[in-house]
């Protein structure tokens, strides 16, 4: 089946740029989303890109996507302490009916 | 606030209890979803409705039963649970049950087994 794959944390300092990294096996070719969960909070579409597309800018928000290699990653600008959040990919598949996949979750940590 | 609610926020409950897990959303969505979220662990999709009918079911212990009486509401009923059954229960609403289209999250049931 469909494997997502994400490092758990990431520690960064206040005003630093934040690379959060995503690997999956298989995809359907529609989109590809990350989504935001803050504590105590389910889970919220964040930004996502359409999987024609290498990259997307969002305000401090940067989506590439390297198709050939299964690869996705999230780009926080100017990372600040609301930034700090677990931070999840989410990848339709083929074999599956295109349902989501979610990898494991990023927690991001921004330090002052 | 996503338009979909979980009730309640928090739940203890013993191995020989029975409760269950509400989940209502209101945004016209045809597909509901329950999902387990555990620590350090992907999130893993348990139960799948469409207009009603479960389309999917993850090889799902049967201590675990999901009802959808309606498209707005989806019960997720609780019964002789493991401790190893503690987690974050999410509930997600969308469109249709395919993934070009967004889920909406509701925040959570936080189960504690004892």
């Known amino acids: 089946g469909e494997d997502v794959e994400q490092s758990l944390f990431l520690s960064v300092r206040e005003g630093d740029s934040s690379v959060i990294n995503c690997t999956y096996t298989d995809s359907s070719s529609t989109y590809l989303y990350w989504y935001k969960q803050e504590p105590g909070a389910g889970l919220q579409l964040l930004t996502y890109i359409f999987s024609n597309m290498d990259m997307k800018q969002d305000q401090r928000l940067t989506v590439l996507l390297n198709k050939k290699d299964k690869h996705l990653s999230l780009r926080i600008a100017d990372t600040q302490t609301g930034d700090s959040a677990i931070y999840f990919c989410?990848?339709?598949?083929?074999?599956?009916?295109?349902?989501?996949?979610f990898g494991q979750g990023t927690e991001l940590s921004v330090k002052p | 606030e996503t338009g979909v609610t979980q009730t309640p926020r928090h739940l203890v409950m013993g191995m020989t209890n029975k409760k269950s897990l509400k989940c209502e959303q209101h945004l016209g969505h045809n597909a509901m979803y329950w999902y387990k979220q555990s620590a350090k662990k992907p999130l893993e999709l348990m139960f799948v409705?469409?207009?009603?009918?479960?389309?999917e079911n993850n090889s799902v212990p049967s201590r675990f039963s999901p009802e959808c009486p309606n498209s707005s509401h989806l019960f997720l009923h609780l019964h002789t649970l493991q401790p190893e059954d503690s987690a974050l229960y999410l509930c997600?609403?969308?469109?249709?049950?395919?993934?070009?289209?967004?889920?909406?999250f509701g925040q959570g049931t936080r189960l504690t087994v004892v």
């Open positions: 409705y469409s207009l009603e009918e479960r389309v």
């Open positions: 997600a609403s969308s469109q249709d049950e395919q993934g070009d289209t967004e889920a909406f």
């Open positions: 989410a990848v339709p598949t083929y074999n599956q009916g295109g349902k989501l996949i």
